[in-house]
């Protein structure tokens, strides 16, 4: 007996395999909030199941994965988005005080309670559009109180919500004003780390690795601290100019470096030796209207699993929903549909180590899963501004219902 049928699909996309794993006109039998089998329709109508959803004229695919967020924070930057489209730049922004140092301020003010309320108001929209997986970065602290308290609620949240949370320490992320450079280096190795780890409040570390942040060797000791520690190691790097930071993902063995839009040759081609995931963050670059763009081409000679994530923030892509994403993947940064795809679903989930878990369809995989109303699975990035959800499934329950 299985707990639930999904009977009669118009298409399933596993992701699994060769042209993302379409399977047409199939159903999907799920047990104990993990997936089964994918089989046909006639296989699906001979098995007992307690429950059946009916998927006619729908499009099942797994739950979208939102691996690089930053949706704990207080306050609002649309007055620098009308500087912005003015023409003054995001460093120039940064260098008046504004930028990341302003969500710094507000989110210091904030209280817990109002953190929360904030942070769960975004989660529910991201899982009506379909969002099941979500990592959230600390960063808008940075001090050990403030970045712990963005960590606690980031562990509060992932008690209350559907999704999957995993949480990545940030405290790198800015230098605070009035602290000087050295000193807040060594706060962060030496107080902020040890902490984190010792509470168990992050899964990952990462340090914004460019040339208004944290330089190469520093982010070297910090991240080489986060792995004595272990704790898994992440990047920003070369996102406003080349620092070299590709290549320095792949020495220190990060499973993702994010951004890369001004990454050489020689670091994108060490990431794909060393195995580390290229996240890409093409909301950014539209919300920004940057120029620039990571070198898709090469990641895709050389084989490299392209991620793709929203970058949700109040300052530089206040985009919260991964279709959209997905789309600027495809518009702006040159990815196949394809490509943009399994960017959001079994890419991201490799930039998390979850891939053994979500991403696709397969048996033994939990059963996060989305049913959408549209023909053909390529519709969802071609209308990506109409909400197509359906049925949202985590781990084998309806957590949201769309009618």
């Known amino acids: 007996m299985f707990d639930l049928l999904i ?44 429950k059946v959803l009916d998927a006619e004229g ?45 969500t710094v301020k507000a989110t210091r003010h904030a209280t817990f309670e109002e953190l929360y309320e904030t942070g769960l108001k975004w989660l529910r929209e991201m899982l009506a559009w379909g969002t099941t997986t979500v990592e959230i970065k600390s960063g808008y602290g940075l001090s050990l109180a403030d970045e712990l308290k963005q960590l606690t609620v980031i562990r509060s949240l992932a008690q209350e919500v559907t999704q999957t949370l995993v949480p990545t320490f940030l405290g790198a992320h800015a230098f605070p004003p009035n602290v000087p450079r ?16 010792e509470k168990g409040l992050a899964r990952f570390v990462d340090v914004f690795c460019d040339s208004i942040a944290f330089t190469n060797e520093e982010t070297r000791k910090i991240l080489e601290k986060a ?23 792949a020495e220190l063995g990060a499973i993702s470096a994010e951004h890369l839009i001004k990454a050489n040759e020689e670091g994108v081609r060490a990431m794909a030796e060393a195995g580390v995931i290229p996240v890409l963050l093409p909301a950014t670059t539209f919300f920004l209207r940057e120029e620039a763009r990571p070198n898709v081409e090469l990641m895709r000679e050389l084989g490299m699993p392209i991620a793709v994530a929203t970058d949700f923030n ?28 399994k960017g959001i679903t079994i890419n991201a989930a490799r930039a998390l180590g979850l891939a053994d878990e979500v991403g696709s369809i397969a048996p033994g995989k939990y059963a996060d899963l ?29 957590v949201c219902a769309h009618e």
């Open 227 to 249: 792995a004595e520690l272990g704790l898994g190691i992440k990047l920003h790097v070369d996102e406003i100019e080349d620092t070299g930071g590709a290549r320095l993902a």
């Open 7 to 50: 009977r009669n699909a118009s298409q399933i996309v596993t992701m699994e395999g060769e042209n993302m794993g379409v399977v047409e006109k199939g159903s999907v039998l799920l047990h104990e909030g993990r997936i089964s089998k994918v089989c046909t329709v006639q296989e699906g109508e001979r098995c007992d199941a307690e």
């Open 58 to 102: 729908m499009v099942v695919m797994p739950g979208f994965v939102d691996c690089h967020t930053h949706l704990v924070f207080a306050g609002s930057r649309a007055q620098e988005f009308r500087r912005r489209m003015g023409g003054a730049s995001y460093e120039e922004i940064a260098r008046d005080g504004g930028g990341i140092l302003s």
């Open 370 to 398: 989305l049913l959408l109303e549209m023909d053909t699975w390529e519709e969802l990035l071609y209308l990506f501004n109409r909400n197509s959800i359906h049925t949202v499934i985590k781990r084998g329950e309806v």
């Open 314 to 341: 109040p300052g530089s892509s206040t985009i919260f929903t991964l279709p959209l994403a997905a789309a600027c993947g495809s518009l702006v940064d040159g990815l196949t549909l394809e490509e943009s795809l």
């Open 182 to 197: 050295e000193e807040y280096v060594e706060e962060v190795i030496d107080l902020m780390l040890p902490e984190v780890a």
